[in-house]
């Protein structure tokens, strides 16, 4: 285990339970709909390790992928409390089925920008997709989550795709950094 890890709260092998059940969750949700033809949309840079295990897991519908690239904290480990679209989707969303899929959901900022945003563009329908969701320190209001892999206390989290100034995103499961890293 890294040294800058004062925990972990998710092993590799509970990520991967996780990620299967969450995924069949989703397929059965979509089947139920009679929806068969999905795009699932990976926020970068965090949830591509999460997005690439799970979509794994939604093999018998009609799925295509793209990804979009929004503003991260930078190297603190506070929220700036604006999300910007740095690169948008290539592919055409109006009329689609669209699946966001994000790793954590901390202040609701950014999500509520990617929502507004798919909104915009005249998707059928949206759904959320989280591996972790952090409430407690939620600012926006009325963001539903539609998937959410697990609940998070108020501690910054690295590992399987979070980051920190960039690093510990290999880190194959998740764990509570340790404040000393980012309190210097
Ligand atoms: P929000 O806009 O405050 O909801 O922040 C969402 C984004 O902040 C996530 O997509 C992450 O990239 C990042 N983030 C929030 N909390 C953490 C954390 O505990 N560890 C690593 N990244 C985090
Ligand atoms: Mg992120």
Redesign the pocket.
């Given at each position: 285990m890294s040294k800058d890890i004062s925990q972990v709260l998710y092993s590799a092998e509970e990520l991967a339970q996780r990620v299967e059940a969450l995924g069949k969750e989703i397929s059965q949700y979509y089947k139920k709909e009679h929806i068969n033809s999905l795009l699932v949309v990976s926020?970068l840079r965090?949830?591509v390790i999460f997005f690439s295990d799970l979509i794994r897991h939604i093999d018998d519908l009609d799925l295509e992928f793209d990804f979009i690239t929004?503003s991260?904290?930078g190297s603190s480990?506070e929220?700036c409390g604006k999300?910007d679209i740095l690169n948008d989707v290539a592919e055409k969303v109006a009329g689609r089925h669209v699946l966001i899929v994000?790793?954590?959901?901390?202040?609701?900022?950014?999500?509520a920008a990617v929502v507004e945003r798919f909104l915009a563009k005249g998707v059928k329908s949206l759904k959320l997709c989280t591996l972790?969701d952090?409430p407690v320190?939620r600012?926006?209001q009325n963001l539903k989550i539609d998937f959410c892999g697990f609940e998070?206390p108020d501690?910054?989290?690295?590992g399987y795709g979070?980051?920190?100034a960039g690093r510990y995103r290999q880190l194959p499961y998740i764990g509570v950094?340790a404040p000393s890293v980012y309190k210097k």
């Open positions: 926020v965090g949830s929004i991260s904290y480990a929220t999300a994000e790793d954590i959901i901390d202040t609701g900022i950014t999500m972790l952090k320190r600012k926006v998070v501690q910054f989290i690295v979070l980051d920190y950094l």
